[in-house]
């Protein structure tokens, strides 16, 4: 993490920049590497103490806060804390976003379990979806074909009362595959 300290009408000693690193170290401990860059500005007002932080988080995420305390250590913690409880709350929108992922349901899971033994054994066989086959004539098959993007389509034939699959040649032209009797 890249840190800027910049102090206005204030030198910055080795103990300030000590105390701004080891309470930067608690939030670096927090985002990981989500932590991009931080700045802190210490500005001295009339007396007044006063402490800016802008942090940049991943994702265009920047979190800022500016308080004031009667020491260096007070404003500069309070800040953080502040800056702490921001970043929290990102992290916590980050970890509910992965939590709504919705999980596979039991029989695309059962299917996946089947497909992971198969990959191990010999070829992957992934289930596609079940379905009825409508009885049709070839030529109402044919039309349905046409109509769709698919490059097959298993039906009933009304013909002979079995199964067909009528496929898309690459010509353009449609092939009808019949089981034997």
């Known amino acids: 993490m890249r840190l800027v300290l910049t102090g206005r009408h204030v030198d910055i000693t080795p103990g300030i920049r000590r105390l701004v690193d080891r309470k930067l170290t608690r939030l670096e401990r ?12 210490l500005t001295l007002e009339k007396g007044r103490r006063l402490a800016d932080v802008m942090v940049h988080v991943s994702g265009d995420h920047m ?5 004031e305390g009667p020491t260096w250590s007070a404003a500069t913690t309070a800040a953080l804390e502040k800056i702490q409880h921001q970043a929290a709350k990102v992290k916590g929108k980050w970890a509910e976003r992965k939590r709504r992922r919705s999980p596979l349901p039991p029989e ?12 191990r054994n010999g070829p992957r066989v992934v289930r596609v979806s079940r379905a009825q086959f409508k009885p049709m004539s070839v030529e109402n098959a044919a039309i349905e074909l046409a109509a769709s993007g698919d490059p097959f389509l298993l039906f009933r034939n009304v013909d002979t009362d079995g199964l067909s699959v009528l496929i898309r040649r690459s010509s353009g032209a449609f092939g009808l595959v019949e089981p034997d009797r």
Do not use: F, I, K, W
């Not at 990981?32 to 931080?38: E, I, K």
């Not at 979190?63 to 308080?67: A, C, E």
């Open 30 to 41: 927090l985002l990981g590497n989500a932590l991009v860059s931080s700045q802190v500005v």
């Open 63 to 67: 979190l800022s806060t500016r308080t």
């Open 108 to 119: 695309a899971e059962a299917s996946a379990q089947l497909t992971r033994e198969a990959g």
